[in-house]
């Protein structure tokens, strides 16, 4: 019978809980999804959600450091589409599961950490030789750099028991 180990003596699966709580929360339905309600940055009216002040810092950002976040080429908008609808909802289900110490989380994870690298890849890529290609591309690097950490720390997690 395995035992169960207390999460006080798990501070990874603590801490990737809280990555996920926090993309959950901020990432996926706020600065996602002002992606797709705002489809063109150039001509829209404010929704109701997300607010505001999310709104014009996103377009702030996207206007001075990260010019691929403005342009929003459906190959990307595909990528905020998962992220918002599969992503969302895993990040969920993923927070329970290790704060409670589920094994089932495991495959799952696997599937997300492998799917967040490969968008990342191509998402760096087009960052550094695109056609939307930034001229900060460390600023960009370093804002993404826990999509590729995470991922990679749930890789390792995941490989190993107990929960």
């Known amino acids: 019978m395995?035992?169960?180990?207390?999460?006080?003596?798990?501070p990874l699966d603590a801490a990737i809980?809280?990555?996920?709580?926090?993309?959950?929360?901020?990432?996926?339905?706020?600065?996602?999804?002002?992606?797709?309600?705002?489809p063109d940055t150039s001509h829209f009216t404010y929704p109701?959600?997300?607010?505001?002040?999310l709104v014009d810092a996103a377009?702030?950002?996207?206007?001075?450091?990260?010019?691929?976040?403005?342009a929003r080429p459906v190959w990307w908008r595909v990528?905020?589409?998962?992220?918002?609808?599969?992503?969302?909802?895993?990040?969920?289900?993923a927070a329970y599961a290790l704060l409670r110490s589920r094994s089932?989380?495991?495959?799952?994870?696997?599937?997300?950490?492998t799917a967040m690298l490969t968008n990342v890849a191509i998402i760096l890529s087009e960052e550094a030789w695109g056609a939307h290609a930034t001229r900060h591309l460390g600023a960009v690097v370093a804002s993404?750099?826990?999509?590729?950490?995470?991922?990679?720390?749930?890789?390792?997690?995941?490989?190993?028991?107990?929960?």
């Open 2 to 10: 395995n035992r169960r180990v207390p999460l006080r003596r798990r």
């Open 48 to 53: 109701v959600w997300p607010p505001r002040f």
């Open 17 to 38: 809980a809280v990555f996920f709580l926090v993309n959950l929360v901020f990432i996926s339905y706020f600065v996602d999804l002002e992606q797709v309600v705002i």
């Open 79 to 93: 990528t905020i589409w998962m992220d918002v609808l599969l992503f969302g909802p895993y990040y969920a289900v």
């Open 59 to 70: 377009h702030r950002y996207g206007a001075t450091v990260d010019p691929l976040v403005d």
């Open 144 to 163: 993404n750099a826990a999509w590729i950490v995470f991922p990679l720390a749930v890789l390792g997690r995941m490989w190993k028991e107990p929960f």
């Open 104 to 113: 089932w989380i495991r495959i799952p994870s696997i599937m997300w950490a």
